[in-house]
């Protein structure tokens, strides 16, 4: 059974950082691209950005909103993505999901707020 | 980047009639690459169509994925219980990937 749990997600002051953990179970991680998508509270889905496999290059891609301050990085020998979250905004404030073609965890909630 | 435009906003159905979910883009979505997911509240997003018109794993028949081009549709036939939610659609065939803002489905 295909499983991705979050973690790492809590509260952080404005301009400080954070480190959001999927942890993979399941499946071949090392096959997949891996996703990042946040929901603000009461608000939509947002895409955040994702890491292609290695046979693609692993190469990552970020929505406008968080490039230069998200980095999403992968270790395939502990099938675990990350999403390292730089200058923290207040509007950041979300729930944050990783996601693997059609499979989402549980997501974990980042609060940034002083 | 391409805009996905969702109608109706909030849908009032009864359990049994057929509900059609509409979701517009700004420009022609590449290989039809567009996905359907529901949300109930407090849970995880689910996906129910991908690629347009194929249903993910375990999603019943009842729902239904149409359209190309910049014009899409999901018919949920005869609507249960369970299927009172948000829905949403996404493309994820160009970048950035967008989302719809949602329709809400909701018991009248």
């Known amino acids: 059974e295909v499983q991705l749990v979050e973690s790492g997600g809590g509260l952080v002051q404005p301009g400080r950082s954070l480190r959001l953990s999927c942890t993979a179970s399941g499946f071949t991680f090392g096959d997949f ?3 990042w ?17 290695k046979a693609y290059g692993g190469t990552t ?8 301050r998200f980095t999403i990085s992968r270790d395939d020998s502990k099938s675990i993505a ?11 404030t979300a729930v944050y999901y990783c996601e693997r073609t059609g499979y989402w965890g549980q997501g974990t909630l980042v609060t940034v707020s002083s | 980047e391409i805009v996905l435009t969702q109608s109706p906003g909030t ?12 979701c517009r883009a700004s420009q022609s979505v590449s290989s039809s690459y567009l996905a359907w997911f529901q949300q109930k509240p407090g849970q995880t997003p689910r996906l129910l169509i991908y690629a347009a018109s194929s ?12 359209g190309s081009g910049t ?13 009172f939610a948000v829905y949403y659609c996404q493309q994820y065939g160009s970048l950035p990937r967008t989302f719809g803002q949602g329709t809400k489905l909701e018991i009248k």
Request: hydrophobic share 35%.
């Open chain 1, 61 to 68: 891609e970020y929505a406008a909103s968080v490039k230069g």
């Open chain 1, 33 to 35: 691209a891996v996703g």
């Open chain 2, 55 to 66: 249903r993910a794993t375990g999603i019943p028949d009842r729902f239904t994925g149409s």
């Open chain 1, 82 to 92: 990350y999403l390292q979250m730089n200058s923290l905004k207040t509007e950041d």
């Open chain 1, 37 to 53: 998508f946040r929901q603000a509270p009461g608000k939509g889905l947002e895409w955040v950005g994702f890491i292609r496999s």
């Open chain 2, 11 to 22: 849908l009032s159905l009864s359990p049994g009639e057929r509900a059609t979910l509409s």
């Open chain 2, 71 to 83: 014009d899409f549709t999901l018919t949920i036939s005869r609507l249960e219980p369970e299927d």
